[in-house]
């Protein structure tokens, strides 16, 4: 089974630039994540989805960062305009709702490296 | 609130050695999940173990091991046997979701080294 993915891998790009982080969760699971780590702050929790819908983004650091989820297989994370202290690794990881079995685990994409120069 | 605390920031051990990471956990609920994560230089985070808190069982899974004691509010994890490839930074992770969902909150993590 595909594991969550992640795009881009990579992404260099310039202050002041709009970039878009993307995800596609594992089928059938019904939480989101994102996830921002850096050495500094360690891993935080941005946002996260349930059934698509934003249930806490408490941790979203400003108003230069939005997240959406148009799709039960889609979500991203933009950052617009971008600054140098943005850059870290972000992942995002997905689990399924249900009591019991693996409910609860979040599984995490391999990550998208940012450097805002 | 919840917090979990990994006090080990590094630790390096001779391959072949046994190694236990400790983790020290803080919340008020009755009802909670207690992880593991692994990171190794790849970067990737790869689960490896939940654990609720209705149990517990020390589970084994071939090197790995797992200690839980509510008692102390700690989840500490054993490597028997290190091997190179066990050098990573490993992260002890809460949840206090009914069904595990929710938050997780991470600990710092710790760094280990492996030496061949």
């Known amino acids: 089974d595909a594991g969550v993915i992640q795009s881009p891998r990579h992404e260099v790009t310039e202050m002041g630039q709009e970039v878009t982080l993307r995800c596609k969760p594992i089928?059938?699971?019904?939480?989101l994540f994102w996830y921002r780590q850096t050495m500094m702050r360690g891993l935080e929790l941005l946002i996260y989805f349930n059934n698509n819908v934003p249930i806490d983004d408490s941790g979203m650091p400003e108003d230069r960062f939005s997240a959406k989820m148009p799709n039960a297989s889609f979500s991203t994370l933009k950052i617009q305009p971008s600054e140098p202290r943005d850059s870290a690794v972000y992942f995002c990881?997905?689990?399924?709702?249900?009591?019991?079995?693996?409910?609860?685990?979040?599984?995490f994409g391999p990550g998208t490296r940012l450097l805002v120069l | 609130a919840q917090k979990v605390t990994q006090a080990q920031t590094e630790i390096s051990v001779v391959e072949k050695e046994d190694v236990t990471l400790d983790c020290v956990y803080e919340t008020r609920d009755t009802t909670y999940y207690l992880f593991w994560y692994k990171q190794p230089p790849s970067g990737e985070l790869v689960f490896l173990i939940r654990r609720n808190s209705f149990d517990e069982q020390n589970e084994i899974s071939g090197r790995y091991s797992w200690n839980f004691q509510k008692s102390t509010s700690s989840f500490n994890f054993t490597i028997t046997a290190s091997q190179v490839v066990d050098s990573a930074v490993y992260f002890c992770?809460?949840?206090?979701?009914?069904?595990?969902?929710?938050?997780?909150?991470f600990g710092t993590g710790t760094r280990l080294t492996i030496i061949p």
């Open positions: 992770a809460l949840s206090n979701s009914n069904f595990g969902n929710e938050k997780l909150t």
């Open positions: 990881a997905s689990s399924v709702g249900l009591a019991g079995g693996t409910a609860g685990t979040q599984y």
């Open positions: 089928s059938g699971h019904d939480y």
